[in-house]
């Protein structure tokens, strides 16, 4: 029953949200406000654990808005951890202050202290989510943001039905923030996650947790839209519906050209919209995700399900349980990828970069460092060009816009110091990174060419990479090392997927374009939280433009001090 009540209070939420869109005038954009209170309480999936929440919600609220509105949303701090929240996928222009990555673009906000986000949506629609932005809180604080289109417009796709969130995540019994300091003292990587969750729950093949089960209730013959997110810590996941298939029409809050399949590849930080219809059998069938990993790291290899339930069907029926593929199935995670394309239509245009102003090679690799307090005498580290990122005790946004000397350098190598097999054989002499606060600056409006490319340093690995306040598009990706003479010349050009989070494959390469017509400091790091944790982290100085509309807004006056 309630679970039931859950699924009729969203909809009562949502009915009256839709109901304001409709009172308000189409040429008026609304302002949105919410409330976000930090706070801990106590979670039992199996014991009794306290995790820090927004609202005593897990997963926390959803932020629904329309393309064009104005968001306010006010923070208030009432944990022990300093906090801040990273509205992801949003580009923010010329609005650094609202993205909230910690000493970033802002100073955390401190115990008992209030910050206001506040921020305009321009030029977006779907979905996206928001998120901590500090430590490894993100593991219990993060929720969905659904932007839908204009007055008057309509999804590019079949109208569904219905909606429903379906965010994918990790969970561990113990602490987080105890055992990652555990580890660090040790120089080691802490524990994998305990188990994985679907909107919060473990379902029911997790010990204690029948009564912990997501369920959506669906009638025969109709249409559904599913606003995926994975929201994990450290995996990229494998997720199928038993006997349905999904439409794919939409990552990263942008329209993709449609296409059918029984299973997606979504890595941390990504989105994917996907419609279903219920044409199958009435019955009841798992949902389920577990992790893609296809390289000699340790993940938590459990399947975690949620419940798809015709309605009429009685509970006692067993769902059936979809065929995900083996977590190292390489071949499924690129012919997935392979198949996604920005929908590139006149109305929705993929605005790719043809001439390109600046070419950048950055190689992503694993490393080791001295450590005289840590178990082997090494510091388990990572690096982008063999830097690893030290972060500023000052926001880098901050220290920019008020000219502060001294917190970091505009030195960031274009390409790395020394070439090599970057994918050969492992490597594991010469493990040792370069420390520093280092930045790439960027002209305004240039047009950047990056190629990521992994390496074999102790192991190759794939690398979720997220980039902030922009949009991307990745016109090629590989395996091997990238070829400058002959890779470019397989680029797409045309209608190459446009989004904020992509993969670098495991022992390949990456290559994106974007235009930098947003000034700020922009962090770029893999999603990983691990490897963000080690320094797999840079960030990009986006200059002014000669206009004040091209230039930063002056920061707000509740910024939080340092």
């Known amino acids: ?13 949502l009915g009256c949200f839709y109901f304001s869109w409709f009172l308000s005038s189409p040429a008026e954009a609304a302002v949105r406000k919410y409330q976000f209170d930090v706070v801990k309480n106590v979670s039992r999936l199996c014991r009794a654990k306290p995790i820090v929440t927004v609202n005593g919600r897990f997963p926390g609220p959803t932020v629904y808005a329309r393309e064009g509105d104005r968001v306010l949303v006010n923070v208030t701090n009432s944990v022990q951890y300093n906090i801040s929240i990273h509205w992801h996928g949003l580009k923010q222009f010329r609005n650094g202050w609202a993205d909230g990555p910690a000493y970033i673009t802002q100073c955390p906000i401190k115990t008992g202290h209030s910050y206001t986000y506040d921020f305009n949506v321009t030029g977006q629609r779907g979905t996206l989510w928001w998120h901590a932005h500090i430590l490894w809180l993100r ?21 569904p039905h219905g909606e ?89 809050a942008v329209y993709t050209k449609p296409f059918t399949t029984r299973v997606i590849l979504i890595a941390p930080g990504q989105t994917t919209n996907v419609l279903i219809i219920a044409d199958q059998p009435r019955s009841r069938y798992f949902m389920a995700a577990r992790p893609f990993m296809d390289a000699p790291v340790p993940v938590d290899n459990k399947t975690v399900t949620a419940i798809l339930h015709y309605k009429g069907i009685p509970n006692t029926v067993l769902p059936s349980m979809p065929k995900l593929p083996a977590p190292n199935n390489t071949n499924v995670a690129l012919r997935y990828n392979n198949r996604l394309r920005s929908l590139n239509t006149p109305q929705f245009p993929a605005k790719v970069p043809l001439k390109v102003d600046r070419h950048l090679f950055y190689t992503v ?73 280092r930045l790439s600056k960027v002209a305004f409006n240039s047009t950047i060419e990056l190629v990521l490319q992994d390496t074999n340093l102790l192991t190759v690995e794939s690398h979720p990479f997220h980039l902030h306040g922009f949009n991307f598009f990745v016109v090629g990706s590989g395996v091997g090392n990238f070829d400058p003479s002959k890779d470019p010349a397989k680029f797409n050009l045309v209608d190459p997927p446009e989004r904020n989070t992509v993969g670098v494959p495991t022992g390949g390469w990456t290559a994106i374009r974007f235009r930098a017509d947003n000034p700020g400091v922009w962090f770029m790091h893999c999603h990983l939280e691990l490897h963000t944790m080690w320094g797999l982290k840079m ?24």
Not at 208 to 233: P, Q
Not at 539 to 562: R, T
Request: charged share 15%; aromatic share 10%; net charge negative.
């Open 164 to 252: 429903t969130k379906i965010i994918l995540g990790e969970w561990w019994n113990s602490d987080v923030e105890t055992l990652v300091n555990e580890a660090n003292k040790l120089g080691l990587p802490p524990p994998t996650s305990d188990s994985h969750t679907i909107n919060g729950k473990l379902g029911p093949l997790f010990p204690c947790s029948s009564k912990h089960t997501f369920s959506m209730e669906v009638e025969a013959g109709k249409t559904y839209l599913l606003r995926i997110i994975n929201a994990a810590l450290n995996d990229e996941l494998f997720f199928a519906i038993a006997g349905h298939n999904m439409t794919v029409v939409e990552i990263d």
């Open 139 to 159: 593991a219990t604080v993060y929720g969905a943001i659904v932007i839908m289109p204009k007055e008057g417009r309509m999804f590019p796709f079949p109208q």
């Open 365 to 437: 690799g694993l490393g080791a460092n001295p450590c005289s307090s840590c178990q082997n005498g090494t510091q388990l580290t990572a690096s982008l060009n063999n830097i690893t990122f030290v972060m500023p005790k000052v926001g880098l946004l901050q220290a920019h816009y008020f000219h502060i000397k001294g917190v970091f350098k505009t030195d960031f190598p274009d390409r790395p110091p020394v070439p090599f097999n970057y994918t050969g054989v492992p490597l594991t002499a010469n493990l040792g990174t370069s420390l520093g606060t």
């Open 1 to 13: 029953m309630a679970m039931k009540f859950d699924s009729y209070l969203q909809l009562f939420f």
């Open 539 to 562: 960030a990009f100085v986006v200059e002014n433009g000669k206009s004040p509309e091209e230039s930063i807004i002056p920061p707000p006056k509740d910024l939080p001090p340092c």
